[in-house]
T-cell receptor
């Protein structure tokens, strides 16, 4: 069974601080996706990382895929209250010819206080 | 922007009753998925569907569950005889291609089994 462990589970910080969320597994994933989920809504994709060692930036958010494609991190610089939400990592299972089902981590609930 | 829609947003049913959850995937997408999220827990894969048949299913997707694409636009999840533990948010997702292509999630249906 493939599992994704996310840490920390909860994070409460002040506006302007930096933070990092980690997503770890003992399994290799073909790619890894980060989602943000608001209460009562479905997950919304932020980024997909595919290549080991890949780094992607989305404004103040930096995503990195581990060299071995088993782990990933999300770093937010100068967090703002608008960043508050649940961040989910999801590993894509399968390779060419398969469906690409997602294995989700439990999520990190981020609260940024003004 | 095209989006996945789901109806109803909230379904309340008695234990043992059948429920059908409906989804309208994005129109040019070919791959369809159902996930569920029990309150406070992680999003879990249920089933994937392509070319009018199930591609993969998880251990959760037992004989009580079935999926169907009854016409060119709808994708349904049926639970034949609901149990208390089926209470959860059910998310439909679709992607244009399988395997690493972005899965777009609907807003979810909250199922409450009494």
């Amino acid at each position: 069974t493939q599992l994704l462990e996310q840490s920390p589970q909860f994070l409460s910080i002040q506006e302007g601080e930096n933070l990092t969320v980690y997503c770890n597994s003992s399994s290799v994933f073909s790619s890894l996706q980060w989602y943000r989920q608001e209460p009562g809504e479905g997950p919304v994709l932020l980024v997909t990382v595919v290549t080991g060692g890949e780094v992607k930036k989305l404004k103040r958010l930096t995503f990195q895929f581990g060299d071995a494609r088993k782990d990933s991190s999300l770093h937010i610089t100068a967090a703002q209250p608008g960043d508050t939400g649940l961040y989910l990592c999801a590993g894509v299972v399968g390779y060419g010819g398969s469906q690409g089902n997602l294995i989700f981590g439990k999520g990190t609930k981020l609260s940024v206080k003004p | 922007e095209p989006e996945v829609t789901q109806t109803p947003s909230h379904q309340v049913t008695q234990m043992g009753q059948e429920v059908i959850l409906r989804c309208v995937p994005i129109s040019n997408h070919l791959y369809f998925y159902w996930y569920r999220q029990i309150l406070g827990q992680k999003v879990e894969f249920l089933v994937s569907f392509y070319n009018n048949e199930i591609s993969e299913k998880s251990e959760i997707f037992d004989d009580q569950f079935s999926v169907e694409r009854p016409d060119g636009s709808n994708f349904t999840l049926k639970i034949r005889s609901t149990k208390l533990e089926d209470s959860a948010m059910y998310f439909c997702a679709s992607s244009r291609q399988g395997y690493t292509d972005t899965q777009y999630f609907g807003p979810g249906t909250r199922l409450t089994v009494l």
